[in-house]
Nanobody, 125 residues
Framework: QVLLVESGGGSVQAGGSLRLSCAAS????????MGWFLQAPGKNREFVAA????????RYGDSVKGRFTISRDNAKTTVYLQMNSLKPEDTAVYYC??????????????????WGQGTQVSVSS
């Protein structure tokens, strides 16, 4: 029902920056919470950041707070993740997700209804 497509991943040196984008196929996402999760090899998917429908409330995982910024442009049905001061431990596949729930900004994967295919981020030391 909702297609999410991530882009902007790549390979960078530690301390560098990347900007990820998530484009949605349906206007319904303008009323959804949007989130970013990461998954490293052999590990569970982990919360990175989320933003409510209006863009007025954001949440971040402890490991990225102060370095990453989530934002959205509802006119373009697109969500962004600006990643600064990247560390090797940030290396993972990053997934965009959408949750139809209007309340609390969820940090667990089970709360999200739609997922993108993921984009690889690799940070070398």
């Amino acid at each position: 029902q909702v297609l999410l497509v991530e882009s902007g991943g790549g390979s960078v040196q530690a301390g560098g920056s990347l900007r990820l984008s998530c484009a949605a196929s349906a206007r319904t996402v303008t009323s959804y919470t949007m989130g970013w999760f990461l998954q490293a090899p052999g590990k569970n998917r982990e919360f990175v950041a989320a933003i409510n429908w209006s863009g007025g409330v954001t949440r971040y995982g402890d490991s990225v707070k102060g370095r990453f910024t989530i934002s959205r442009d509802n006119a373009k049905t697109t969500v962004y993740l600006q990643m600064n001061s990247l560390k090797p431990e940030d290396t993972a596949v990053y997934y965009c997700a959408a949750a139809a729930s209007r309340g609390w900004i969820a940090t667990v994967t089970t709360a999200y209804d739609y997922w993108g295919q993921g984009t690889q981020v690799s940070v070398s030391s």
